[in-house]
């Protein structure tokens, strides 16, 4: 239960920590004037309100090239050839666009094309939750410090990590070569890349080890961490060894208290280190009431599977060890440290001591594919308590 105790602990411990965004999250971003404009709710109220958006996407080439790249990745050549179904396909996506605020992925992936008006409505999308999020005040810009730079999310919630985590800076060296001689192996993540991106695992046994390491992290520009590595528990690594598989739960706060809204497990693919769905991880959903997977598996190329390609591991029916403490777990950390966020998604992985917390972030509703059904009535019942 949260109350406003909660609320100026939380308040407190930002202030103590000072988090900013990193000069390189700015410039991925596009620059300050860009960040400006997303973090901004009166423009946001104005650019989905208005509907620009719309306008954007009708006179835009960007749009209309994301479509065309979709068509020819999910239709047969035959249904290319065809002017009239592309064309009506087409239109069909901007309808839904405007129904949903889905994007050109998002119609193939939830299979859209499929489905009728009132089933489409059901649907969440990243989209559809960024914008509704964004055009409330103050809550973009909190999203930017807090989940996407990853350095920051850590800070704040660093006694749920479990392992310990360090900056790479142009004035830390001898920091980075004390922490990678006594870990020996440690992963690097950009701070605030996602989906896997700019992600390596390395090892120093030396200090021309970590020399040779340091000055290729500092090489690539941008913001960089440290993590140690990650020893996944036994039962979780039957899914795929050289991948953390993780699990998704997503909470909602409704300013009294959080509440589980969904969950997901994915698995990474033979020979990958991590789990994401743009390296090929496969997702399926998990029944919150029960912790056993529900759905057969599905990845980003709108491939499914009965079982893990790789380890035969079926999906439905399995039960994700210790269920209930990583509910509580999520739970407990938005309501201590995030209480005035109504919308985090979670990532967790297990080990033999328990969950760790990996990050923290707004979208992603890929398990709505694996399901065939929205999460959006749900998630809005919940968002009101």
Request: aromatic share 12%; charged share 25%.
């Amino acid at each position: 239960m949260t109350n406003s105790n909660s609320i100026q602990k939380a308040r407190q411990l930002r202030k103590e920590l000072a988090l900013t965004m990193s000069d390189g999250y700015i410039a991925s971003k596009g620059g300050w004037l860009k960040v400006f404009i997303t973090q901004s709710s009166v423009i946001q109220n104005i650019y989905y309100g208005l509907r620009v958006d719309l306008l954007i996407h009708k006179f835009g080439s960007h749009w209309n090239k994301w479509i065309n790249e979709e068509l020819s990745k999910n239709l047969t050549k035959e249904e290319l050839n065809n002017k009239e179904l592309v064309d009506n396909i087409k239109k069909d996506i901007n309808s839904c666009y405007k129904q949903i605020k889905s994007n050109p992925f998002d119609y193939f992936f939830f299979d859209l094309r499929n489905k009728t008006k009132e089933e489409r409505a059901k649907f969440a999308t990243d989209i559809w939750i960024l914008s509704t999020l964004s055009r409330k005040r103050g809550l973009r810009k909190m999203h930017d410090i807090e989940l996407n730079e990853k350095y920051n999310f850590y800070k704040l919630t660093k006694e749920y990590f479990k392992r310990e985590v360090i900056p790479v800076t142009a004035t830390n060296y001898q920091e980075f070569e004390q922490y990678t001689l006594r870990h020996k192996r440690v992963i690097a993540k950009s701070t605030y890349e996602a989906c896997g991106k700019s992600i390596y695992i390395f090892e120093v046994n030396s200090k021309e080890d970590a020399k040779k390491e340091y000055d290729r992290i500092i090489s690539y520009g941008g913001s960089y961490i440290l993590e140690e590595l990650i020893i996944q528990h036994p039962e979780m690594a039957k899914w795929n060894e050289s991948s953390v598989n993780t699990v998704r739960v997503i909470t909602i706060h409704n300013s009294t208290e959080a509440n589980v809204l969904l969950a997901f497990m994915r698995a990474g693919r033979k020979g990958s280190a991590v789990d994401n769905g743009g390296t090929g991880g496969i997702f399926a959903t998990i029944d919150i009431n029960t912790g056993k997977i529900s759905s057969n598996g599905v990845d980003e190329h709108n491939n499914r599977y009965t079982q893990h390609p790789d380890s035969k591991m079926e999906y439905i029916g399995w039960s994700i060890p210790q269920w209930n403490e990583v509910l509580e777990l999520a739970k407990e950390i938005h309501s201590n440290i995030f209480p005035e966020n109504p919308f985090i998604g979670w990532d967790f992985a297990l080990t033999k001591n328990g969950w760790v917390l990996v990050e923290g972030n707004w979208s992603q509703f890929v398990c709505q594919a694996a399901a065939g059904i929205g999460v959006k009535d749900r998630l809005l019942e919940l968002m009101k308590g």
